[in-house]
Structures are given as C-alpha cells and as structure tokens.
C-alpha cells in the first residue's frame, strides 16, 4: 500500500484548534522537516501504526523510554495487573522501594533516589538540591544539551529548543538566566576559565554525560574526568543527566561505561518502562537534605505512581538478562555502519557518532563533538531524507539533532529493511 496521510492531516487540523502547535511537545509537530505529522493508532515491538493505516519500524521509541519496543507483553502485564489495584494513592508502596533498589544497584554513585514524573521534575530538582546543599546560586551547563524545560535550563539548549532555533525563550526572567553559564561541550580548557572566574559561586555542574540533544556527541575521556576533578576542587556538585542514556548505553548508564563518580545523577525515560517517570539520585549526604528528612523541600502528587514503578521495574529486570547490551550494540553498530558505507558509496558526506543503543548521523564532512561542529550539517538534506525514510515505512526523530534509538525489539530483518530504505532515499537526494 501507499504511503496516506489523509487522516493524520484532519486530525492534525482539528488538533491544532485545541492545542497549541496541535501537540503537547513541540519536536512532535514536524516543523524542522517541513511536513505535518502522522498520528499514530498504535505500536507493537519494532513497529508503530498511523490512523491512516502506515505502518512504520520506529527508532523513536517515544525518545528512548521504550528499550524493548512497544507494548512488551510483560510490561503490559505488569500494568494491568497493577492497574486493578488501583492507579494511584498517595501514600507510599512497596514497589517504590523496589525500583529504588534496582536503581542503586545499578548506580552505585547514588545512595538514595527520588522518584519524580519527568525528565525536567528530576533536573530541576536537581539543580535546587546543588543550590541548596553548596548555599550558591550559579549552575554550569554545555551548549547543545537539553535538560528539559526548567527556566535555569533552557538556554543555549539542545533537541526542540536547539531545532526551533529558541535558545532563551520569552517568560525566563533574566536573573535566572543570569545564573546560567554556558560552556562549550568537550573544551575542559574554556571550563577551566568559567571555574576561575566563578568557581567560589558555582553550585554545580550539569550535563549529558554522552550527548543525545544535539544529536549524539561523545566526550572525550579526559574532559569528563577533567569535569569531574574542577567540580572537586571548587567544591561545586557534578550532575550527569543521565534522562537518555541511563540504561540505554549501558545498563549502569554513562557512568558505568567512562567509570566516572557524579554526585547526583537525574535519570527517567527507561526507568518508566514507558510512562511518566524521571528520578534524582546522589550520596546520602545531600540527598538526606531533601523533605522530609531535611529542609530542601519537592514533592508530588502522582511521584512514584504504582503504574510507572511497575512497568519500570519490569523493564530493568528484562534488561538484566545477560547478552542484553551487547545485543543491542551489535544492532546499533550494524545500522550505523550500514548507513555509513552506504552514503560513502553515494559520495554523501557524512560523520556518525555512535555508543550503546544510540546514535546520530550528521549530513556532514566534520568530526561533529560540540554544537558548532554539529550545526555544520546539512539539515535540509536531513528533512528530505526524513520525509522519504518516513513515506517508506522508517519512522525517524523528525530533526538532525536528535538520536536514533534501537530496541530489543528491532529484528535484523528490520535492520536490513532499514538500509535498503536508506539506499534508495539517498540516491534520490
Ligand atoms: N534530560 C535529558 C538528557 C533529556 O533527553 C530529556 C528529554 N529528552 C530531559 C532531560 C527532559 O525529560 P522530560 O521530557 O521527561 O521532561
């Protein structure tokens, strides 16, 4: 059959009246590739089906959460069964603590975690717990990496921020941003100055330990231990926002893969094995500052909903099988390196960072390892290459500057499709 979009064209019409863009996150709407987005009926496995019936191999994966495809049996199950108990009280559970405990097993930096129901919830907090713990006002964060929305955050950032060109949106009041400093991803040298002109007011440091927001950009192992022995030495906090690539480039995260000690850790998107979920975690001696044992106040209504805790639990427990990662590296190098020979043939320029079950392809002849040397790409290359992969059955992250995201569910049949795709696609660019 065809690709259609009839259906997702009206739906979007009628979406667009009520809510702003027509989408409840902006990267949803398609604007950076010029099209209007497919709505989708359903996903299974690898697969994901639109309303006018398209079927798709999706490497979204809802933006990483979905490391065993969609709709896994077991965490269905899990929610399901769940569910009939009741879908949320507000008191605690015990399979809070369970989440918890696999958590810090897997992330020996944290002693303590709390649950929070995004990305942003646990970043933001984040940054209140460093403010809070060091008595300084000033966070450090690199260009290019998105954090989710908080204020403090959203500059100079990457993923929907970065592709609609909105670095500093209207409604941050310029004293927050103020306590903002930009530094550039992968230049311990421009870090360094930061720290000696501001080093006595910076609470801490947050980053992506392994990039994913301005497309996937991978730290040199000197900066990253040069990150976290400037923290040290001023006394400011290490954050690694590990959002997407905790549990996802390896099972113990960015920090298990570079050996590196952060103080506190934000985690989300696996650990809800699909639904609204994001965490902050670090030793106990900052996080028993946090209420109600100490006076660095957040909550949450829904925080450590019964739902979230059990499809998440299920989900790390699938991934503790043994050959899980290596598999999903094994998948992730086979397309990346299939893209890579291919373009090449084609005489397309093109730069791929790569690591775990994640990885970006820059339409570029640069080395791509900061945001400059990622804005060299071609992105209108990108959106027409988007669009063909997208009318043949390959859904995409509509943006070169996000990752693409490969799950246990993905088949080598998938894979091989994938390519075939990509071949014909290029060749038409
Ligand atoms: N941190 C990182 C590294 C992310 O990739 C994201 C979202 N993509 C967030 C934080 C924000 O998470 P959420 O969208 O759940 O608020």
Not at 184 to 213: K, S, T, W
Not at 279 to 306: F, V
Request: aromatic residues 8%; glycine residues 12%.
């Amino acid at each position: 059959m065809s690709f259609q979009d009839v259906r997702s064209c009206k739906a979007f019409e009628r979406a667009k009246a009520v809510i702003p863009g027509g989408v409840n996150s902006p990267v949803r709407a398609f604007r950076s590739v010029g099209r209007d987005p497919v709505f989708i009926e359903r996903g299974e496995g690898s697969h994901l089906w639109d309303i006018d019936g398209n079927s798709y191999i999706d490497y979204v994966g809802s933006w990483g959460p979905l490391i065993l495809g969609h709709a896994h049996p077991e965490v269905v199950e899990a929610i399901k069964r769940t569910a009939e108990r009741g879908t949320s009280y507000g008191a605690p559970t015990e399979l809070e603590t369970e989440l918890a405990v696999e958590v810090l097993r897997a992330y020996p930096s944290m002693n303590q975690v709390r649950m929070v129901n995004s990305g942003t919830e646990a970043t933001m907090s984040a940054l209140r717990l460093v403010r809070g713990v060091t008595g300084r006002n000033k966070i450090v964060k690199f260009e290019g990496c998105y954090h989710g929305h908080a204020d403090s955050l959203l500059i100079k950032a990457g993923s929907g921020a970065l592709t609609f060109g909105v670095p500093n949106s209207p409604g941050i009041p310029a004293a927050t941003a103020g306590t903002t400093v930009v530094a550039r991803y992968n230049d311990l040298e421009g870090l360094r100055e930061i720290f000696r002109q501001d080093g006595e007011e910076i609470a801490g440091v947050i980053i992506e330990p392994v990039a994913g927001n301005m497309g996937v950009v991978i730290p040199e192992r000197s900066f990253l231990e040069g990150v976290r022995e400037l923290t040290r030495q001023y006394g400011a906090l290490l954050i690694f926002d590990e959002v997407m690539t905790g549990f996802r480039v390896s099972y113990g995260g960015v920090q298990e893969r570079f050996g590196i000690d952060p103080d506190i850790t934000c985690l989300g998107k696996i650990i809800g094995g699909g639904l609204p979920v994001g965490a902050y975690g670090g030793k106990t001696e900052y996080m028993s500052q946090i209420a109600p044992s100490g006076p660095i106040y957040q909550a949450g209504t829904l925080s450590g909903n019964p739902l979230a805790m059990a499809a998440g639990l299920t989900t790390l427990r699938l991934l503790q099988k043994p050959g899980v990662y290596s598999e999903l590296e094994r998948k992730t190098n086979y397309l990346a390196e299939g893209l890579r020979k291919i373009a090449e043939e084609q005489g397309l320029p093109i730069w791929i960072n790569s690591v775990g079950a994640m990885f970006s392809a820059f339409f570029t002849d640069q080395p791509v390892k900061d945001f400059a040397s990622a804005c060299t790409s071609d992105v209108e290359r990108f959106a027409a290459y988007f669009k063909g992969m997208l009318e043949r059955g390959v859904y995409l992250a509509p943006s070169q500057y996000e990752a693409v995201f490969l799950s246990l569910a993905h088949t080598d049949e998938d894979l091989n499709y994938t390519l075939e795709q990509v071949r014909a696609v290029l060749k038409s660019l």
